[in-house]
C-alpha cells in the first residue's frame, strides 16, 4: 500500500488565501519531501524536511512535520492562480534492507480562482 | 544544468509495435529512476539504475525493458504494450548517494497511448 495518504484531496480556494494540505504516513522516516505537478508534466521538488526537524520554510511554502503522528502538513500563503496544481508528499520507503525508493502520497489538487 | 529531458513528448503505438523513451541529464547524478503516472494516480516506482547498474525493478513486466547505455542516459523500450500500458512515463534523477532519500529532478514526461 502507499506510503503517504493526504486530505483533502482537492481544495479550491480565491486568490490570497491559504491553503494547507496534510500528509499522513505510515512507517519511520528519514525525511519527508513536497512535489507539484501542473497537470500532465513532470514533478518539480518543493522542500524536504529531515525527521529531526519539526518546521521548514521556503518563500511562501511552510511545512510542518510531526513524527510522533506520523504527519506532515504544507501551508502556501498568499496563493496565487499560479498555485494551481497537484501536490505530492513522498516518504523514503526500505527495499533490500535500505531506504532505497520514495513512496508518493495519494496527492492533493488545488486550484486556485483569480 | 538542472534539468532532465525527455523524448517523445507523445507517443502513440500499437500493440505489436516497438518504441523506445529517451531520457537525459547532465547534472552528474549517478541514479536515475522511470516512473508511470496513471490519472489522477501518484507515480509508480517502475525501476531505478544506481550507477548504470539495475538496482530495483519493482515486478514490471517484461514488455517494458530498461537500459542504461551511460550515467547521462536512460531508456525504456517497449514492446508487446497493452492499452492498459497507456500512462505517463517520467524519468528523474538523483544524487545517487541514498536514493530513497533524496531529491529527485524529473523530466516533462511521454505520454503513452496504446491503440
Known amino acids: 500500500s502507499q506510503q503517504g495518504e493526504e486530505d483533502p484531496q482537492a481544495l479550491s480556494i480565491q486568490e490570497g488565501e491559504n491553503a494547507t494540505m496534510n500528509c499522513s504516513y505510515k512507517?519511520?522516516?528519514?525525511?519527508l519531501q513536497w512535489y507539484r505537478q501542473n497537470s500532465g508534466r513532470g514533478l518539480v521538488h518543493l522542500i524536504l524536511i529531515r525527521s529531526n526537524e519539526r518546521e521548514k520554510h521556503s518563500g511562501r511554502l511552510r511545512v510542518t512535520l510531526d513524527t510522533s503522528k506520523k504527519s506532515s502538513s504544507l501551508l502556501i500563503t498568499a496563493s496565487r492562480a499560479a498555485d494551481t496544481a497537484s501536490y505530492f508528499c513522498a516518504t523514503g520507503a526500505n527495499y533490500g534492507g535500505a531506504t532505497n525508493k520514495l513512496i508518493f502520497g495519494t496527492g492533493t489538487l488545488l486550484a486556485v480562482q483569480p | 544544468d538542472t534539468e532532465v529531458t525527455q523524448t517523445p513528448k507523445h507517443l502513440v503505438m500499437g500493440m505489436t509495435n516497438k518504441k523506445s523513451l529517451k531520457c537525459e541529464q547532465h547534472?552528474?547524478?549517478?541514479?536515475m529512476y522511470w516512473y508511470k503516472q496513471k490519472a489522477k494516480k501518484p507515480p509508480e516506482l517502475m525501476f531505478v539504475?544506481?550507477?548504470?547498474?539495475?538496482?530495483i525493478n519493482e515486478s514490471v513486466p517484461s514488455r517494458f525493458s530498461p537500459e542504461c547505455p551511460n550515467s547521462s542516459l536512460l531508456n525504456l523500450h517497449l514492446h508487446a504494450l497493452q492499452p492498459e500500458d497507456s500512462a505517463l512515463y517520467l524519468c528523474a534523477s538523483s544524487q545517487g548517494r541514498a536514493f530513497g532519500q533524496e531529491t529527485q529532478y524529473f523530466g516533462p514526461g511521454t505520454r503513452l497511448l496504446v491503440l
Open positions: 547534472m552528474g547524478h549517478r541514479a
Open positions: 539504475y544506481s550507477y548504470e547498474k539495475l538496482s
Open positions: 512507517t519511520s522516516i528519514n525525511n
